[in-house]
């Protein structure tokens, strides 16, 4: 699932060369993974308009279109992809938009698990979930005093509160992995049982993560915007082999629709099930 680091490179990839262009041809291959809230269909919406602006919004990525106010948001959920190619380029069969831009580039958006979304809307608003959105986890706004304040009512699980995107934006199970064994938490310790330093760790280790990440990124993933790259974490995806600071074998739970992976030497901790 594209979390915060990788919307974020993605973005700055794109923007120099989506900018300025103007969309000559949409096709629609999947209907059924766009939502139309302006009721013009796609195709008709879109095509003739240039792009003013690529944005990230959390783990929403938003094309603003120009002539008047109009968005393109892509919410990619677990298996979104977007590529950027040669026009006449093999699309994979589960293409569900390509965007034909006047430079000859085309901009697909793929989904294999069918989950994500396409809008096109006039009124980011009505978007589900990106009005609600809370303060992006790099916003420099997010002090640690504020984030200390936003987080009081999350009561639950440390790792599935860094997830809640109306808490703070962009972090998913990936990198909530990296942040609570950057940051020496247990996992699925509740909120309520961290302490004001362990709670700080979170914050300062939120930050660390996720800019070192993007640095990583930015040096990797070019123009393949559409390879996640996750090879380079510390226990994310990393079942079974050596914590990178103590050695220890890192553990894997399954969750309900995901795996996350911590190290009990250096995040110690019980599960408790309620
Ligand atoms: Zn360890």
């Given at each position: 699932?594209?979390?915060?680091?990788?919307?974020?490179?993605?973005?700055?990839?794109?923007?120099?060369?989506?900018?300025?262009?103007t969309?000559?041809?949409?096709?629609?291959?999947?209907?059924?993974i766009?939502?139309?809230?302006?009721?013009?269909?796609?195709?008709?919406?879109?095509t003739?308009?240039?792009?003013?602006?690529?944005?990230?919004?959390?783990?929403?990525?938003?094309?603003?279109?120009?002539?008047?106010?109009?968005?393109?948001?892509?919410?990619?959920?677990?298996?979104?992809?977007?590529?950027?190619?040669?026009?006449?380029?093999?699309?994979?069969?589960?293409?569900?938009?390509?965007?034909?831009?006047?430079?000859?580039?085309?901009?697909?958006?793929?989904?294999?698990?069918?989950?994500?979304?396409?809008?096109?809307?006039?009124?980011?608003?009505?978007?589900?979930?990106?009005?609600?959105?809370?303060?992006?986890?790099?916003?420099?706004?997010?002090?640690?005093?504020?984030?200390?304040?936003?987080?009081?009512?999350?009561?639950?699980?440390?790792?599935?509160?860094?997830?809640?995107?109306?808490?703070?934006?962009?972090?998913?199970?990936a990198?909530?992995?990296?942040?609570?064994?950057?940051?020496?938490?247990?996992?699925?310790?509740?909120?309520?049982?961290?302490?004001?330093?362990?709670?700080?760790?979170?914050?300062?280790?939120?930050?660390?993560?996720?800019?070192?990440?993007?640095?990583?990124?930015?040096?990797?993933?070019?123009?393949?915007?559409?390879?996640?790259?996750?090879?380079?974490?510390?226990?994310?995806?990393?079942?079974g082999?050596?914590?990178?600071?103590?050695?220890?074998?890192?553990?894997?739970?399954?969750?309900?629709?995901?795996?996350?992976?911590?190290?009990?030497?250096c995040?110690?901790?019980?599960?408790?099930?309620?």
């Amino acid at each position: 699932m594209p979390e915060l680091p990788d919307l974020e490179v993605i973005k700055e990839f794109l923007q120099p060369r989506l900018v300025g262009q103007t969309i000559v041809e949409v096709e629609v291959l999947r209907p059924i993974i766009v939502r139309d809230l302006t009721r013009e269909g796609l195709a008709a919406g879109v095509t003739g308009r240039s792009i003013s602006a690529v944005r990230r919004r959390g783990k929403f990525l938003v094309l603003d279109l120009e002539q008047r106010p109009g968005h393109l948001v892509l919410n990619p959920m677990l298996a979104g992809r977007l590529h950027y190619e040669a026009a006449g380029k093999r699309r994979p069969e589960y293409a569900v938009a390509v965007l034909r831009l006047a430079d000859g580039q085309e901009l697909w958006y793929t989904d294999a698990k069918q989950m994500g979304k396409l809008y096109l809307t006039d009124d980011l608003s009505l978007v589900p979930g990106l009005a609600e959105l809370g303060p992006d986890a790099l916003d420099p706004e997010l002090t640690l005093e504020r984030f200390v304040e936003r987080i009081r009512p999350y009561r639950g699980e440390i790792k599935g509160v860094l997830t809640r995107q109306p808490f703070v934006a962009g972090i998913g199970n990936a990198y909530s992995d990296e942040i609570c064994w950057r940051a020496r938490v247990y996992p699925f310790r509740k909120r309520t049982s961290l302490s004001a330093v362990e709670i700080e760790q979170v914050y300062t280790a939120m930050r660390a993560v996720l800019i070192e990440a993007i640095e990583v990124l930015r040096q990797r993933v070019g123009a393949e915007i559409h390879v996640e790259i996750r090879d380079f974490l510390a226990v994310h995806g990393k079942g079974g082999q050596a914590c990178p600071r103590c050695g220890a074998r890192i553990s894997q739970l399954k969750g309900q629709d995901y795996y996350a992976n911590f190290c009990r030497s250096c995040q110690p901790g019980t599960l408790i099930k309620q």
